[in-house]
């Protein structure tokens, strides 16, 4: 199989991640818009449930705690993000494809109004993150990633390497990049990281 055709199966490996049903997409939509504008630490069960124009129980029982409706958003936001891949990588092959893959995820997560919010003004919040939460999640990810470069490799467009070793370098670097991306166009930096890493 190629890149490609991998790529347009994420979708269904990604149902090996908890993702929460679309029934509560307006609760999730709140919490975004109230994170957005408060901050994590400074938004309350009641500002979502203002924002929906709910009682304070409706939220409760919907989507649990501030901490619960964090982790529900990742998750329905990681499925929107893995679901949207395959169309913006049409067309390319090889290490390209990599280059593209993280260049898209970074983007991703630096133009959404939660992260930019948190990054700008509750910094201390990752570090916590990091520790507890980052490491599972970073290693889910490279498992759904690792039968794409399996592909890849088998089928000639990389390099024969270690595939969940370089999925979880991907990871990892593709977190470090969201929290303190370089200077410069992020696709070259990747292409200078990657292509002559990966190239067959």
Do not use: W
């Not at 991640?17 to 957005?36: G, K």
């Not at 901050?39 to 929906?52: H, K, P």
């Not at 494809?97 to 948190?118: E, M, Q, S, W, Y």
């Not at 990049?177 to 410069?184: D, H, I, Q, S, T």
């Amino acid at each position: 199989m190629t890149t490609r055709g991998v790529l347009e199966e994420l979708p269904g490996l990604a149902a090996g991640l908890p993702a929460p049903p679309a029934s509560l997409d307006p609760f999730l939509d709140a919490a975004a818009t109230c994170f957005a504008r408060h901050g994590v630490r400074r938004t309350s069960v009641q500002d979502v449930a203002r924002e929906l124009r709910v009682d304070r129980t409706t939220v409760y029982r919907q989507v649990g705690n501030v901490d619960r409706m964090v982790r529900l958003l990742m998750a329905r936001e990681l499925h929107r993000l893995v679901g949207a891949l395959p169309d913006t990588l049409l067309g390319l092959q090889g290490p390209a494809v990599i280059v593209d893959l993280l260049a898209t995820v970074v983007a991703f997560g630096r133009n959404h109004p939660v992260l930019t919010k948190v990054v700008a003004d509750e910094p201390e919040l990752i570090g916590p993150f990091l520790v507890t939460e980052a490491p599972a999640m970073l290693d889910a990810i490279a498992a759904l990633i690792t039968p794409i470069l399996e592909a890849a490799m088998a089928n000639g467009e990389l390099a024969q390497r270690d595939p969940n070793a370089i999925a979880q370098l991907l990871v990892r670097l593709t977190l470090s990049f969201l929290l303190a991306p370089p200077p410069g166009d992020l696709s070259d930096v990747l292409a200078e990281l990657l292509v002559p890493a990966l190239t067959p």
